[in-house]
């Protein structure tokens, strides 16, 4: 029953990141329907009840992810970063903590399993490519030393940043 579910779900719901409100999980189907499929492309039991925590812990999973997305990609490096985090148990409730969410796992590998199941799920497609993560890096740390300068920008800023620089340049 549920393997039907999934698979009649599972091609008319988008990226999990772009679904903005209730109305769009609404469209999707049931809420039973669209839970089940969430839960099993995530890899993890979520405990919520009704439509507006499911959508709430969308939103926390997409911007945890995506916030949190170079940390990520490292930890499920070949080079077994993962282990780096500590004992096992240490491991999981670290990446528990960066994610907001309880991940259950017995083993190594099934902790890395679920978190790339996580990742997969909610990453933002335009934030895999390294140079458009060192973009956006490049962005925010300009925006935050600008607020060092006294210069107050938005976080998404219309102008580039050589307009910033040339309107704030000392005149000579």
């Known amino acids: 029953m549920q393997k039907k579910i999934i698979d009649n779900t599972s091609s008319r719901i988008p990226d999990l990141y772009k679904i903005k409100d209730v109305e769009t999980l609404k ?3 049931s809420y039973t329907e669209v839970k089940i499929w969430v839960e099993k492309k995530v890899g993890v039991t979520l405990k919520i009840n009704g439509w507006n925590q499911l959508l709430k812990r969308i939103y926390d999973l997409s911007f945890s992810v995506n916030e949190n997305i170079e940390k990520l990609i490292f930890l499920l490096d070949e080079n077994k970063h993962l282990k780096e ?4 148990p240490e491991a999981k409730k670290k990446v528990s903590a960066l994610l907001g969410l309880q991940i259950k ?6 902790l890395e399993r679920n978190l ?3 990742v997969v799920a909610f990453r933002n497609r335009d934030m895999v490519d390294k140079s458009a993560i060192f973009e956006k890096n490049k962005i925010r ?3 935050h030393s600008s607020r060092l300068e006294g210069i107050q920008m938005s976080d998404t800023p219309a102008l ?3 307009d910033v620089l040339d309107k704030y340049r000392a005149k000579q």
Do not use: D
């Not at 985090?85 to 096992?88: A, E, I, K, Q, Y």
């Not at 796992?105 to 099934?110: D, F, G, P, T």
């Open 85 to 88: 985090l500590g004992s096992f």
């Open 141 to 143: 740390n300009f925006i």
């Open 105 to 110: 796992a017995r083993s190594w590998k099934q």
């Open 116 to 118: 790339k199941s996580i």
């Open 27 to 29: 469209s999707f189907g």
């Open 160 to 162: 580039k940043m050589t």
